[in-house]
């Protein structure tokens, strides 16, 4: 047991990585062992995610001291060995990607996951750099797990056929290794300056700077934050988001729905961190407000003049990175539970909205994949099919193969329904938790404003979401009118048990965050209270600090 | 030394982004490559220049060399190469399908 306690925090990127790394021995036909493989591997994350919300909640203050967990690798001690760290909010985002994963995959298996072998590997690969960039606590392997996390996104956005995603792939390969060649160039300016990657000895350092190596530092921070903001999505870094994601496979997309949050996790916890005691996110300072009401309003503009519900939705991610990125850039400090509450619920819901897109796209009549039972239309471009280049088949995700499960039926009424539960969740309407979550940001940011001293940016902010919202509004209801109530020459889609279900869980998983809103808000404030008050976090990685004016 | 150094990693950086700027995909590939080469250099640079010293703390040596930027280096450097590599496929696969070497996959207008 006290084995088990002792390596929990290590067990979200291990079990990952051996289930990636056993499915490579399994051959393509052995698809049963690959899928219970990759369900128990998953399973098994976000039970060990909801062990280590527990363990870092109040509930368990007897077994980690301040609800932080350090874990050693090799049992190397903290400054100068690689160490993960569990606090809250890591314990919250670990949860929150394994719930999404799970439900994307159960998705992914009805249909989308052919052939299974590159799938499967690399979702679990995503799957450790995730988690290894939500627990890491030092720099530079935060920078190693992003990579991981990136080099599998890769692979994934890339499957399937055609032009599009080869050419959005390229682009989003292309911005992405510029970005990293940018976070390495920071971590190595704050290495030249601070003498150490460990976050938490960075954060212990930092007041005893030299001025001269403290402008280094800034400069390296600086550049590191410009990384964070490539990674998040913000404009006007984030032009290759909406086409690569839009052309992704849904449950590709629905995964994806995460990653632009892990460049805001990082953004929140290098930033409180780094800035000691200054307020939140003070990496970019003031500037992160500005490009927050730029991403905000870019996104917004995007989603009116959208065509396809997926380049829609993928401008609903746009605008969800850009109110998170405004609300952190306010800096007050009350406003991390709402911001945190907001990004649980966008993520879901955009997630939600990823799978739909594959379902609602088989009603379209001229399109490939409502021909389910014509032949299968051949690439269109002559020459050499992308998945050649490997010997791989094309996955063939409209099924020339036997479709296996139960369709369910009514599935016009579900989709309208699911439709309908995802366009209140994103504009944020009552009685969802989108309503909830803008509602506590809204409310707090302008309750908060006149102490802050940052009034009129409140009410900019405030504006910029609310018009967000209704221009959500107006475009998913055009989307809308077109997709369900021009009925003639739809077909209606056959949807599969293990397709649907994880719509209605991830709805009904709203639904419940909505009913929780005050539990889950009061754990995600003690979170945003133990990310403000970085002394515990030193505490926990590093023991007591030594007696000033010792040796350095 | 530092005066050349910095002025190595100072071209291979800026005729690294100019390559990144241009049109053609292998041109963007090359200035990703020089990229990275800069960076690598940068990397081991921050851990200052030092020549004739151990890596670790030794009894009798003069110092010793930072040995962190050294394994941070070679840490980039695998990681680079494995997403260069994947890189190239995909700028071959781009071309096989469009016919067109242009980063967007069309020529442009003229």
């Known amino acids: 047991m006290s084995f088990l306690l002792t390596h929990l925090p290590v067990l979200p990127i291990v079990l990952p990585l051996l289930a990636g790394v056993l499915m490579l021995f399994l051959g393509e036909p052995r698809r049963g062992p690959r899928i219970a493989l990759a369900l128990a ?26 609800g932080i967990g350090v874990y050693a690798f090799g049992g190397w001690p903290a400054p100068f060995g690689i160490v993960l760290v569990v606090d809250r909010l890591a314990a919250v985002m670990v949860t929150l990607g394994a719930v999404l994963a799970l439900a994307t995959l159960v998705y992914s298996i009805a249909r989308w996951d052919r052939p299974g072998q590159p799938f499967h590997t690399l979702f679990q690969f995503l799957l450790v750099g995730m988690n290894g960039a939500f627990l890491t606590g030092d720099l530079f392997n935060l920078f190693v797990f992003i990579e991981v996390l990136l080099a599998a996104s890769y692979g994934l956005v890339l499957r399937g056929t055609g032009t599009d995603r080869v050419r959005s792939g390229f682009h989003y390969v292309a911005v992405n290794l510029v970005a990293s060649a940018m976070f390495l160039i920071g971590v190595a300016v704050v290495y030249g300056a601070a003498g150490t990657l460990n976050l938490a000895d960075l954060a212990r350092r930092l007041p005893a700077l030299v001025a001269s190596d403290r402008i280094l530092f800034d400069v390296g921070a600086a550049i590191l934050g410009i990384a964070f903001l490539v990674k998040a999505g913000s404009w006007p870094l984030n032009f290759w988001l909406p086409g690569t994601y839009a052309v992704a496979l849904p449950p590709v997309g629905a995964v994806f729905a995460m990653l632009t949050k892990v460049g805001v996790y990082a953004l929140l916890r290098v930033g409180t961190l780094v800035s000691g005691d200054v307020a939140a996110a003070s990496m970019v300072g003031q500037a992160l407000f500005y490009f927050g009401i730029a991403t905000l309003l870019a996104g917004t503009t995007g989603m009116l003049a959208a065509q396809h519900l997926a380049r829609l939705v993928s401008y609903t991610v746009v605008v969800s990175t850009g109110t998170l990125l405004a609300a952190l850039g306010l ?3 009350a406003l991390t539970a709402p911001v945190l509450f907001y990004l649980i619920t966008s993520v879901l ?31 269109a471009v002559a020459g050499t099919p992308f998945y050649m280049a490997f010997g791989v088949r094309e996955p063939d995700p409209y099924g020339t193969e036997a479709e296996v499960g139960f369709a369910i039926p009514r599935a016009i009424a579900f989709l309208g329904l699911a439709f309908v539960s995802c366009v209140l969740l994103v504009t944020g309407l009552p009685p969802l938790p989108g309503f909830i979550a803008k509602f506590a940001l809204l409310s707090t940011a302008i309750a908060a404003a006149p102490a802050a001293g940052v009034t009129t940016a409140s009410w ?15 475009a998913l209801t055009r989307v809308g009118i077109r997709l369900f109530w021009t009925v003639t020459a739809r077909t209606t889609p056959r949807l599969l048990v293990g397709e649907a279900a994880p719509v209605a869980v991830l709805v009904l998983l709203c639904v419940g965050l909505a009913v929780l809103a ?25 023991g007591p600090a030594p007696a000033p004016g010792g040796s350095p | 030394m530092e005066a050349v150094y910095a002025l190595a990693i100072g071209v291979l950086a800026g005729s690294g982004v100019w390559l990144l700027l241009r049109p053609r995909t292998f041109q963007v590939l090359m200035g990703l490559v020089l990229l990275s080469y800069a960076t ?25 060399a930072d040995p962190v930027p050294q394994a ?10 494995g997403t260069t590599a994947l890189f190239l496929v995909l700028l071959l696969a781009l071309r096989a399908l469009t016919g067109t070497d242009h980063v967007d996959g069309r020529e442009p207008r003229r």
């Open chain 1, 41 to 66: 591997s998953t399973g098994l994350q976000l039970a060990t995610g909801a062990s280590l919300l527990f363990l870092t909640s109040d509930a368990a203050p007897f077994i980690w001291t301040e």
């Open chain 1, 331 to 333: 800096g007050i400090e």
């Open chain 1, 349 to 379: 819901t955009t997630s939600t909205f990823f799978m739909l897109t594959g379902m609602t796209d088989r009603t379209r009549p001229g399109s490939a994949a409502g021909a389910r039972d014509q032949e299968l239309p051949e690439p």
């Open chain 1, 460 to 474: 900019v902010l405030a504006g910029a979401v609310i018009a967000s919202g209704f221009a959500g509004i107006v």
């Open chain 1, 518 to 542: 005050a539990p889950v808000l009061g754990y995600l404030e003690s979170a945003a209270a133990s990310i403000h008050a970085p002394q515990g976090y030193m505490l926990a990685v590093l």
């Open chain 2, 40 to 64: 690598n250099l940068f990397i081991f640079g921050m851990g200052r220049l030092v020549i004739d010293r151990p890596p670790i703390i030794a009894a009798g040596a003069p110092g010793y």
């Open chain 2, 72 to 81: 941070l280096v070679l840490t980039a450097i695998v990681i680079g190469f």
